[in-house]
């Protein structure tokens, strides 16, 4: 074997940094963990705006309110690591444009979705080819958005909706170890956030759609605050993972009010063992179907806002 | 490319005249009663042949084929491969360091399983890897086998697959899945895929272990010692198991359902011509985890419905060929009251929209329900001898 002996080479495979006890008991303990202050029913605040892409026609961005603890963080910064992230996120929409010569004949219009993480979104970086997850994101979106447009109106043309997601919600708190209960929970609220963002960027291209479509995100929580083993577990809208210790089950929908149908449903994580509170007879995947219903209505009230501000600006314009 | 295109997570688009269409909705949403096209009851699944360990090559092994001909194969492989340990778990292995071994069983209990040790990788004949369909049903079968969670405290599936995938603090189990489409996709293949995995996992065994704790693991060699990934209970193998977990688990591996809805009916199974006339369509993954037949359901995903592409029939009082022919009174458009749409009867309307909240209900109540088809698929697949 041919060892190099003039340098001091560093390990084959990489190192950790080192952490130390005294950190340890200062950082990682349970009361630094982002705590929800909202109420279980109470949703984030959305900040949605059309037409800010110039070159494309229809444009959206989507921000969520940063929780109070990153608020806080951000104010007054004990460490380097933010407690939990917000989701911002991106929209364009290019056509409805004639497809290329070569292509069959379709009766209707031809959708494409492109669902990408910038590669700073999360706190693990992506890479620059979409991976599963976002492919799998982007064939969500389109499940959501055919349903909603109307689209026999365009015989022989294509629609292009490509998502930029800047910044991601987490999966789970950053300082807590993967357990059993552990999925991709944060991909769930980018779903919900990807949907209206796109609504609202295809409102701004001024395609026809049969409502405005809203996404919206109901999780059970196991509650921790009790110290009983079993433990109660809650129905709460608009989740953000980083704010509890284990989610059992979380669902995502893309609804339109007007017409009160799913366009989109995904549900995950198991409900079954779920104990509602009192008087609440549903069963676990019902509440959950019922709680991101409403949660996507919120939404809708905002999403119906940005379109009419929209709407205004272009009339101001004229 | 662009049928490639315009076949997203749901099958290619349906070649039917709006025609076809029609009569295959109006024949499928009679009230109680659809017909189906190869004579079924809605909740009746396509006969299959069945057999496991096919390949001596894999942990474990499966094929299903169809009566129409469609055929997949599944193997799973199993590698050893070292832990990557968080900080917190280094932490809290210096907090507990004088006495590393008190507590071994809860030890390794409580490190729980991580999500990408399972891969599942999809072939399907005339698609790339990375469209849209293969990529969609991986993820669809991954994230319920992954997802499950088993709630039996005393037996090895306390923390579902993920929890026994661990070996010990440092060292896990990682699971490849491969799953090829022998034939071409005629129907959507989701059912077939998800049957012959199911088998497949119920037949994969891996090496019994002979270190004990946190040693580097070491296994017998003996094959015939070997355990089931999920421990059977059936009495055949009950005595093998016996000796390596305190009592028999039913934990089984999950099945996703594909189910559509036509007009108020629920009909399982379909094949290309019934998807391509439902109103919404649902992928539905279900479990048992103990003895009393208890589902669990561990996932629901709408499908994109194949109806939503298809071409539009154009009523007679439109149609200008027979302009003269008919009296306009002839066809006058009603409001269909399922999907709350105005359409002229036996004139095909691709679907808009998307389902109501009582008909996805209702279709879960059915999967779910005592007695029910989700039973049923679990009880016929027990059946099957797994060598």
């Given at each position: 074997?041919?060892?190099?002996?003039?340098?001091?080479?560093?390990?084959?495979?990489?190192?950790?940094?080192?952490?130390?006890?005294?950190?340890?008991?200062?950082?990682?303990?349970?009361?630094?963990?982002?705590?929800?202050?909202?109420?279980?029913?109470?949703?984030?605040?959305?900040?949605l705006?059309?037409g800010?892409?110039?070159t494309?026609?229809?444009?959206?961005?989507?921000?969520?309110?940063?929780?109070?603890s990153?608020?806080?963080?951000?104010?007054?910064?004990?460490?380097?690591?933010?407690?939990?992230?917000?989701l911002?996120?991106?929209?364009t929409v290019?056509?409805?444009?004639?497809?290329?010569?070569s292509?069959?004949?379709?009766?209707?219009?031809?959708?494409?979705?492109?669902?990408?993480?910038?590669?700073?979104?999360?706190?693990?970086?992506?890479?620059?080819?979409?991976?599963?997850?976002?492919?799998?994101l982007?064939?969500?979106?389109?499940?959501?958005?055919?349903g909603?447009?109307?689209?026999?109106?365009?015989?022989?043309?294509?629609?292009?909706?490509?998502?930029?997601?800047?910044?991601a919600e987490?999966?789970?708190?950053?300082?807590?170890?993967?357990?059993?209960?552990?999925?991709?929970?944060?991909?769930?609220?980018?779903?919900?956030?990807?949907?209206?963002?796109a609504?609202?960027?295809?409102?701004?291209?001024?395609?026809?759609?049969?409502?405005?479509?809203?996404?919206g995100?109901?999780?059970l929580?196991?509650?921790?605050?009790?110290?009983?083993?079993?433990?109660?577990?809650k129905?709460?809208?608009?989740t953000?993972?980083?704010?509890?210790?284990?989610?059992?089950?979380?669902?995502?929908?893309?609804?339109?009010?007007?017409r009160?149908?799913?366009?989109?449903?995904?549900l995950?994580?198991?409900?079954?063992?779920?104990?509602?509170?009192?008087?609440?007879?549903?069963?676990?995947?019902?509440?959950?179907?019922d709680?991101?219903?409403?949660?996507?209505?919120g939404?809708?009230?905002?999403?119906?806002?940005?379109?009419?501000?929209?709407?205004?600006?272009?009339?101001?314009?004229? | 490319?662009?049928?490639?295109?315009q076949?997203?997570?749901?099958?290619?688009?349906?070649?039917?005249?709006?025609?076809?269409l029609?009569?295959?909705?109006?024949?499928?949403?009679l009230?109680?009663?659809?017909?189906?096209?190869?004579?079924?009851?809605?909740?009746?699944?396509?006969?299959?042949?069945?057999?496991?360990?096919?390949?001596?090559?894999?942990?474990?092994s499966?094929?299903?084929?169809?009566?129409?001909?469609?055929?997949a194969?599944?193997?799973v492989?199993?590698?050893?491969e070292?832990?990557?340990?968080?900080?917190?778990?280094?932490?809290?292995?210096?907090?507990?360091?004088?006495?590393?071994?008190?507590?071994?069983?809860?030890?390794?209990?409580?490190?729980?399983?991580?999500?990408?040790?399972?891969?599942?990788?999809?072939?399907?004949?005339?698609?790339?890897?990375?469209?849209?369909?293969?990529?969609?049903?991986?993820?669809?079968?991954?994230?319920?086998?992954?997802?499950?969670?088993?709630?039996?405290?005393?037996?090895?599936?306390?923390g579902?697959?993920?929890?026994?995938?661990?070996?010990?603090?440092?060292?896990?189990?990682?699971?490849?899945?491969?799953?090829?489409?022998?034939?071409?996709?005629?129907?959507?293949p989701?059912?077939?895929?998800?049957?012959?995995?199911?088998?497949?996992?119920?037949s994969?065994?891996?090496?019994?272990?002979?270190s004990?704790?946190?040693?580097?693991p070491?296994?017998?060699?003996?094959?015939?010692?070997?355990e089931?990934?999920?421990?059977?209970?059936?009495?055949?193998?009950?005595?093998?198991?016996?000796?390596?977990?305190?009592?028999?688990?039913f934990?089984?591996?999950?099945?996703?359902?594909?189910?559509?809805?036509?007009?108020?009916?629920?009909?399982?199974?379909?094949n290309?011509?019934?998807?391509?006339?439902?109103?919404a369509?649902?992928?539905?993954?279900?479990?048992?985890?103990t003895?009393?037949?208890?589902?669990?359901?561990?996932s629901?995903?709408?499908?994109?419905?194949?109806?939503?592409?298809?071409?539009?029939?154009?009523?007679?009082?439109?149609?200008?060929?027979?302009?003269?022919?008919?009296?306009?009174t002839?066809?006058?458009?009603?409001?269909?009251?399922?999907?709350?749409?105005?359409?002229?009867?036996?004139?095909?309307?691709?679907?808009r929209?998307?389902?109501?909240?009582?008909?996805?209900?209702?279709?879960?109540?059915?999967?779910?329900?005592?007695g029910?088809?989700?039973?049923?698929?679990?009880?016929?697949?027990?059946?099957?001898?797994?060598s």
């Open positions: 074997m041919m060892a190099d002996r003039r340098r001091v080479n560093g390990p084959p495979s990489g190192t950790r940094p080192a952490v130390f006890t005294a950190d340890l008991q200062l950082g990682a303990s349970a009361t630094d963990r982002a705590q929800r202050q909202r109420q279980p029913s109470e949703l984030r605040k959305i900040f705006k059309t800010l892409i110039p494309a026609s229809g444009s959206s961005y989507l921000e969520f309110e940063p929780s109070a990153l608020a806080a963080a951000r104010a007054n910064p004990k460490s380097l690591i933010p407690p939990s992230s917000a911002k996120l991106a929209c290019h056509g409805p444009k004639p497809l290329p010569r292509a069959a004949f379709s009766p209707n219009i031809v959708l494409t979705t492109h669902v990408k993480y910038a590669p700073f979104a999360a706190r693990q970086r992506k890479g620059h080819i979409r991976d599963s997850g976002e492919r799998d982007g064939v969500h979106l389109e499940t959501a958005l055919r909603a447009i109307i689209a026999e109106r365009w015989p022989k043309s294509g629609l292009d909706i490509t998502v930029t997601i800047l910044e987490d999966d789970r708190w950053w300082g807590s170890a993967p357990d059993s209960h552990d999925a991709s929970w944060g991909m769930m609220n980018v779903l919900a956030g990807c949907i209206t963002a609504s609202a960027a295809i409102a701004d291209a001024h395609i026809d759609c049969l409502d405005l479509i809203a996404g995100v109901a999780a929580v196991a509650d921790e605050s009790g110290n009983s083993a079993a433990g109660t577990t129905l709460m809208l608009d953000d993972p980083a704010e509890h210790r284990s989610i059992l089950s979380a669902c995502v929908v893309g609804y339109m009010p007007a009160d149908e799913i366009t989109e449903l995904w995950k994580g198991d409900s079954s063992k779920a104990s509602l509170e009192e008087g609440d007879d549903r069963s676990g995947h019902d509440a959950l179907i709680g991101a219903v409403d949660a996507a209505r939404a809708h009230t905002v999403l119906a806002e940005a379109v009419r501000e929209s709407l205004l600006r272009i009339v101001g314009q004229s | 490319m662009s049928n490639q295109r076949a997203s997570s749901a099958s290619q688009v349906p070649h039917l005249s709006p025609a076809e029609s009569y295959l909705y109006t024949s499928l949403s009230p109680k009663t659809p017909i189906r096209p190869d004579g079924r009851s809605p909740t009746q699944f396509r006969p299959l042949t069945a057999e496991t360990n096919i390949l001596p090559g894999t942990n474990g499966a094929r299903i084929g169809f009566a129409d001909g469609t055929q194969i599944v193997g492989k199993a590698e050893v070292k832990t990557i340990l968080s900080n917190e778990t280094l932490a809290s292995e210096r907090g507990a360091g004088p006495e590393p071994t008190d507590q071994e069983g809860s030890t390794t209990a409580a490190v729980g399983g991580h999500g990408s040790w399972v891969q599942m990788s999809i072939e399907i004949p005339g698609f790339r890897d990375d469209d849209a369909l293969p990529v969609f049903l991986s993820e669809m079968m991954r994230e319920s086998l992954v997802g499950a969670v088993g709630t039996d405290e005393n037996s090895d599936m306390t579902g697959l993920k929890g026994r995938l661990v070996i010990n603090k440092r060292w896990h189990w990682r699971l490849y899945i491969d799953v090829l489409l022998l034939s071409q996709p005629l129907a959507y989701l059912p077939l895929l998800s049957l012959t995995t199911h088998l497949a996992l119920l994969t065994k891996l090496p019994k272990l002979k004990q704790g946190e040693e580097d070491f296994f017998d060699d003996d094959w015939a010692v070997a089931y990934l999920y421990p059977r209970s059936s009495p055949s193998t009950g005595a093998k198991i016996s000796s390596s977990s305190s009592r028999p688990s934990v089984r591996p999950p099945v996703t359902l594909l189910v559509i809805s036509v007009g108020e009916n629920i009909i399982f199974d379909p290309r011509e019934e998807i391509a006339v439902a109103d369509v649902l992928a539905i993954s279900i479990t048992r985890d003895q009393a037949g208890h589902l669990r359901l561990l629901i995903r709408t499908v994109d419905p194949p109806s939503r592409l298809t071409q539009p029939g154009v009523p007679n009082s439109e149609n200008v060929n027979m302009l003269g022919a008919v009296a306009p002839d066809d006058i458009a009603v409001l269909n009251p399922v999907t709350g749409e105005e359409e002229v009867p036996g004139v095909w309307r691709p679907r929209g998307g389902a109501k909240r009582s008909v996805i209900s209702e279709m879960v109540k059915t999967v779910l329900k005592k029910g088809v989700g039973e049923e698929v679990l009880e016929g697949l027990e059946g099957v001898e797994v």
